[in-house]
């Protein structure tokens, strides 16, 4: 969408004399902006507002809500499916001139028993709803039960994998029930049980190990139970099976343990490295068979194996910070490609600033690297995060509803109301099919 809006402003001109024309194929109609998922989760921000909606932020583009199934670089064209979901297949053809991929990525999961069944992904607003959701029904299931394992299955909340993601989820859902457990008579906090668990020897891999470091120490200040160099090997029947030998029963697995490229670029013929990902120059072309920019091809994102001059040229790794900034990039050397072919003068490298990444850990507290290589935590670190997140956000209005949440709740207390009926809404109407009892009034 950043790329497509950027293309959008330098060609308004063109697109409006219809010598151009910008399609966007994606499946939701809408862009997700991940790095706050973690407070949608928690209910400080309203879901709403941490989605753009395509057809209003790119008003001069043709946006096709379907998912592209196979690309053919070598005729310059692509298929998409344009049906719903469980319908029957509907392709759409699309032949084009330039190709700018930039599908993202999805979750890297893993052949581990259980972990299908019971396992609960956090890369989509439905996911950040429907955990927090889930969160709150345990709490009313400890609360209301007599069973004692139950009760301790039901307070007992798994996370594997110890990035941004995952450590953001926790320490914000982790903050959350702590507020929610005040509205129960028999539970308190000290009852609840989070788990983190991490196969390498850290957390926050991204991080410098200082920082990582303290964000490790405020989570276990918390309570919260941080296994390194350990492994999920089972979660079948709702019981965790480690690699360090535990062994306990959870009714709450968060799986965040990184992600994989889309798996459409398996179905293109574009160039691949073993990662699965697009191999590019520092120019975010693709690279062709003799090493050369391949025409017509772009590339940004989590689905781009760009070149890191700060990572001794190792490819950038997936994260928001990168992929805002290579869409931009990308549709300024497209604009110059199209006024002077793909080697032409004008054409600029990928040369990214420092990592400045952050993360909160609930209210009022967060850790951040600053891009002058600062490390701040605690408060100024949260303001910091959330000027940074507020800043980022590819849509005006949505600033303003993300910062409003904010003064909202700083004003009143976070709800913490489940609202699970909302992903199942027909529940309530096909019990009643059931109940045998006839409604004979009039309709």
């Keep these: 969408m950043s790329a497509a809006l950027h293309l959008q402003r330098g060609l308004r001109e063109r697109l409006r004399r219809g ?68 319908e029957p297949p509907a392709p759409v053809e699309l032949d084009y001139d330039v190709l700018v991929v930039a599908p993202g990525s999805v979750s890297r999961t893993a052949p581990v028993p259980g972990l299908a069944e019971h396992g609960l992904g956090f890369s989509t607003v ?49 903050d959350m029930a702590r507020t929610a457990v005040r509205g129960y008579h028999n539970i308190s906090p000290e009852d609840l049980r989070w788990v983190l668990v991490e196969a390498t020897d850290r957390i926050l891999a991204e991080e410098s190990p200082e920082l990582a470091a303290h964000t490790l120490a405020q989570l276990r200040d918390r309570s919260v139970d941080v296994r390194l160099r350990t492994r999920l090997e089972s979660a079948a029947g709702r019981v965790m099976v480690l690699s360090d030998g535990s062994r306990f029963a959870a009714r709450t697995l968060v799986w965040t343990a990184g992600v994989r490229p889309s798996p459409l670029l398996r179905d293109t013929d574009l160039p691949l490295d073993t990662t699965g990902r697009i191999r590019c120059l520092a120019t975010l072309q693709a690279v062709g068979p003799d090493g050369r920019a391949l025409p017509g091809v772009w590339a940004a994102g989590d689905c781009a194996a760009v070149p890191d001059p700060h990572a001794d040229g190792a490819p950038c790794v997936p994260n928001a910070q990168h992929a805002f900034a290579q869409a931009e990039l990308l549709a300024a050397n497209v604009l110059v490609a199209l006024e002077g072919g793909p080697r032409a003068e004008g054409i600029v490298e990928y040369r990214p600033d420092r990592p400045a990444c952050s993360t909160s850990l609930g209210l009022g507290r967060a850790v951040a690297h600053t891009s002058r290589g600062g490390r701040l935590t605690g408060r100024r670190a949260w303001w910091l995060h959330r000027a940074r997140h507020l800043r980022r956000l590819p849509s005006a209005d949505r600033r303003v509803r993300v ?3 904010w003064v909202l709740g700083g004003l009143f207390s976070r709800e913490v109301v489940s609202l699970g009926t909302l992903e199942h809404p027909r529940s309530e109407f096909e019990a009643g099919f059931g109940t045998g009892v006839t409604d004979d009034r009039p309709t």
Excluded: K
Aim: with cysteine; proline share 6%; aromatic share 4%.
């Design 19 to 86: 010598e151009v024309e910008i399609t966007v194929v994606e499946p939701q109609s809408y862009l997700t902006y991940h790095p706050l998922l973690a407070e949608v989760a928690a209910g400080s921000i309203d879901p709403r507002h941490v989605v753009v909606p395509l057809r209003r932020t790119l008003p001069e583009c043709r946006v096709l809500t379907a998912r592209i199934t196979r690309i053919e670089h070598a005729t310059r064209r692509a298929w998409a499916d344009a049906a719903a979901p469980g």
């Design 126 to 174: 439905g996911e950040a709803v429907g955990l927090r959701n889930h969160v709150l029904e345990q709490l009313d299931l400890a609360s209301a039960t007599r069973d004692p394992a139950l009760r301790q299955a039901a307070l007992t909340f798994v996370f594997v994998g110890a990035g941004y993601a995952g450590v953001g989820a926790l320490a914000e859902l982790e």
């Design 403 to 405: 910062l409003m949440d």
